[in-house]
Nanobody, 125 residues
Framework: QVQLVESGGGLVQAGGSLRLSCATSGRTFSSYAMGWFRQAPGKEREFVAAISWSGARSYYADSVKGRFTISRDNPKNTAYLQMNSLKPEDTAVYYC??????????????????WGQGTQVTVSS
């Protein structure tokens, strides 16, 4: 099985930056597409960003384009989410996810096979 652990969350002021990390364990990390999702109180989980197994393709929600960057380092079995120009509406629990097969539907949470426990990001005004 694949295990995922997020880290790097915290409290920042609007306009600040954070980098989230997703450390994974498993035999074939490089074969998995990776995604980031978030969930705020009273709201449903929403897609943030995704990256293909090779790192050649990446995808972003309209709300974070130009501010967030997803990346991966396969030799280190780790995925990242660099978040710049943070806004109060970015406040949420952020989850890392792994998709074991296929490259379609990466913006849909139910397409992923494994999930981390989440890390809290809070952006103050």
């Amino acid at each position: 099985q694949v295990q995922l652990v997020e880290s790097g969350g915290g409290l920042v002021q609007a306009g600040g930056s954070l980098r989230l990390s997703c450390a994974t364990s498993g035999r074939t990390f490089s074969s998995y597409a990776m995604g980031w999702f978030r969930q705020a109180p009273g709201k449903e989980r929403e897609f943030v960003a995704a990256i293909s197994w090779s790192g050649a393709r990446s995808y972003y929600a309209d709300s974070v384009k130009g501010r967030f960057t997803i990346s991966r380092d396969n030799p280190k079995n780790t995925a990242y989410l660099q978040m710049n120009s943070l806004k109060p509406e970015d406040t949420a629990v952020y989850y890392c996810a792994a998709k074991g097969f296929g490259s379609s539907g990466l913006d849909k949470g139910n397409q992923y096979n494994y999930w981390g426990q989440g890390t809290q990001v809070t952006v103050s005004s």
